[in-house]
Structures are given as structure tokens and as C-alpha cells.
């Protein structure tokens, strides 16, 4: 689907740095089953915990040129091009199935183990956790301090590793270095976690988690048992290709508290979920594609199984969505997209149930195709807000001003990129041209991203991601882990197809 420019935090030369002539690579990405040690992939989720799909298309060159996301539900969310000018990554333009534009980022290289990350949630941002980070010559991180603000003093935790890099102690410390518990992990011969011990601080067991595994290493049971002697079960089931079929939840009276079903095509895309509830109510969607895999029908269902709501997509023959249709409850909305002879939108047009227009988003290019003015427009046709974007002689934006309805700056974003055209900082100011927040981004050797962070004002870090990978025999990486504060938050793994 064709929508509006949107640069991400990694606009770079080329959008990875990929060994021997890649044709495609398909992504799957899971939630991460344990907050600590080896990471195994987690159940399937929706809402703001799903998996994930995507699927990248490259040239013969190994240049990216374009990848598609769908959510857990197999739905499109979002659609990534890139545009080269002798193999040097000109644009990249994401397209989004909502109408929100995503915060933008910046990478900053600080050194090859420490990078920041800088995010926000409205316009002025918000405080977060102020922190550093000491690793091994391995790269494990094997000390975390962290301050929050005024609100919390903060504290420590310590990590210790085997041979293999498994996490097998983890210390958690108050300001005062007064130890408040201790994790410890065992593994089996394969490097699965199979138990979990959560100590208090006088050494006294305070809980224990059990793993277990079928031949092909995916965790088929989970096990947690308290000290008062209650415990729960989850268990997986899998299809031959991995994809979770089933997984339910048994608590300590053998009840099941919670179930789900999933379906796939022979995609490995889910075009069925249905979740059984404690309480006897089912809630169950269905997903439909065309041949080319663009989602067409999306169906979300009562615990009556009457129908809640409907949503329906139309594509252009260069795969652009050219309108969808919603029917929530039995009241249509609809939305419209017009483009340009370049297969640029410019117009979105938002509809009630009585085709009267609710609202209208208007986009102008320059003769790169890149988007240099944003007009949103409510009813009447006047104008509520308006973004501009500046660029760089390399198209590289470089700056992105909000007005306000009386012409005034609202805000702006400040971005900075690097010799081989890595972004590398983002800076955002408000009216006053005051920092309000920042990120820094850092890459490895390979040009992937290894970590980003995120401040508050310029200096004051507030949050931090972490990427770990492995590799294939060709130097490309097929799985990355990713950290979220330091605690595993999911995993990519990925399938690549060679010339």
C-alpha cells in the first residue's frame, strides 16, 4: 500500500549490509518466552503483544527494494520502499495502514557496545530512566545501573555467564548495593533453558520455573511453581512448519484458564485465531489474501459468532491500496487514496457511514518524489496542521517542522546522518528551539543496528535497545534478539533465499 514518506531510524546507504546476492528473505518475529537468559520464542499474541511476519524483496545487487509487515492476525500493517541511485540508498519511504505517523529516530555511532535510543509518546515526549551499562570482552552485559528521575532512587543488578554465553546468575541490588534477589538458570546440552530459580535476599527460595522441550527445540511446556504449593502449566503444540497451532494454560486443579487455536495457509500466514476464555466466551478472527498475499478480508467475530466488524481492502495492479472499507458494529466508515502519475499518494479522504467526508490529508512531492509538505484538513476543508520536510543534496531529510493554525512553529525534528548515510541523530525542539528529546543510534561492523538510546533533553538517558545476531554460512544474520532495558523482548528469525 502506497502512503506517506516516512523515514526510519536506520535510513541508511543501503538498508543492511547483506553478503552474496539475497532474492528474499521472510521474517518471523515472536515475543521473547523468558525476561532472562537464552531467549525461546514465544506464544502467538495480538494487541501490543503479537508476532510478527515480514517479507523483504532485494535486486540483483542485494539491495533491499522493498518489505512488508503484517501483524499476528496476518494483516498488513505497514509497507517499506527504498529507492537507490548507484547502489546508494536514496529514499526510503514507509506506508502505513492507519493514518498515525510514527515518531522518527536517530542513530548515533558512540562506540561498538553502547548505543542510545530516544522515543516518545505525544508531542512533548516524557521522562523516563537515566542508565549505564558495563559488558565482558564477549559483549555480555555483566552490570546495569539505572536511575529514574526524581521518583526512584534506582538500583543494580550483576549478570553472570557460562562458557556458552547463557545467563546463569542474575543480582538485583537497591541504591543502597543491599542485594534484594538473585536468579538463578540451568540449561541442557542444547542451550535450552530448562529451570529457573528466583531467590529472596536471605537465600530462601522464593519461586521456580520449569521448561521443557520437544526434538526440535521448541518449548512445548512451561512450568511455575510458589511456595504455597499452587502451580500452572502452559503448553505449546506446534505444526510441521512451527508455527504455533495451540497453546493453553492448566493451573494447579488441572483448569484451563485460557486457550487458543491459530491457522495458517501454506504461507505460514494466520488467517485464524480463536481464543477460548475461563468464563465459556470465544472470540475469534479470520484473515483473507489475495494471490499476491495482500490482505483483502479481515473479519473480527462476537462470542455469539455473529459478526462485530469487517474491514475490506482494494489494490491498484502496482499493488497500492486504493481504498478500504470498515464496517464496525454495522456502521461504515470508509477511506480513499489518490496518487500521482509517480504512485505518490496525495490525497486521503476519510468517510462516514453516509459517504459524507470527515477528513482529508493532503501530501505534495518534490521532483524526487520525496514528500516536502503534509496539509491535514478537517471537514469543512480547513486546515488543522501542517508538516514540512527539508532535505539535504543527497535527499536525506535533514529537517521536519510542525506549524500550528496560525502559522506559528510548533515543534521540529533535526536529523544528522553519517559519511555513508547512516541517520545517526535526531534531535526534536520545541517553539522556543529548546532540545525536548533526542536519540542516538549505533551500528556494528556490518552496518547493522546494535542499540539505540533515548533522552530526555540532551543529555539525560531514559530508555535503551539491544540487538544480538547470528549468522548463516554466508555472513548474513537469520536470527537477532532483541533488549528492551536489557530484558529479552523478541526474536527475528529469518529464511533467505539466494540467487
Known sequence: MKKKHFFSLTNKKKSRVLENNIKSITENSFLAIENFGVISKSELKTKKNFSRKKIEEFDYNSNQIEENHYDSDG???????HKYDNENLIEKTRFNVDNNIPPLGIYKLLDLTHRNLYKYQDDDGY??????FKHNVKNNLIEYKWKKSNKNPGGKNTFKYDKNDNLIEKNLFNTDNILKSKIINKYDSNNNKIEENKYKPDGSLNSKYTYEYDKKNNLIVKSSYNLNGSFSKVFFKYDIKGNVVEYYKNNSNGIISNRNTYKYNDKSILTEKKSYKSNGRTLKSISKYDDKGNIIEFYWFKPDENLSSKYTYKYDNNGNQ??????????GVSTKYNYDENSNMIEELKYDSTESLQSKITYKFNKNNALVKECRLDFEGKLRTEIVYL??????????QYFKLDGSLRRKHIFKFNSIGNLVEDIILNSDNIVVLKNTYDYDLKDNIIQSNMYESSSHLINELKYRYEYDLKNNWITRIGF???????????EILYY
Open 391 to 400: 532535505y539535504d543534496d543527497s535527499n536525506n531529510i535533514i529537517e521536519k
Open 484 to 494: 528492551n532495558n536489557e530484558l529479552p523482548e523478541s526474536i527475528l528469525e529469518r
Open 75 to 81: 494483516c498488513l500493517k505497514f509497507k517499506t520502499v
Open 127 to 132: 521522562l523516563g530512566i537515566e542508565k549505564t
Open 322 to 331: 486504493i481504498g478500504d472499507f470498515v464496517l464496525k458494529l454495522f456502521n
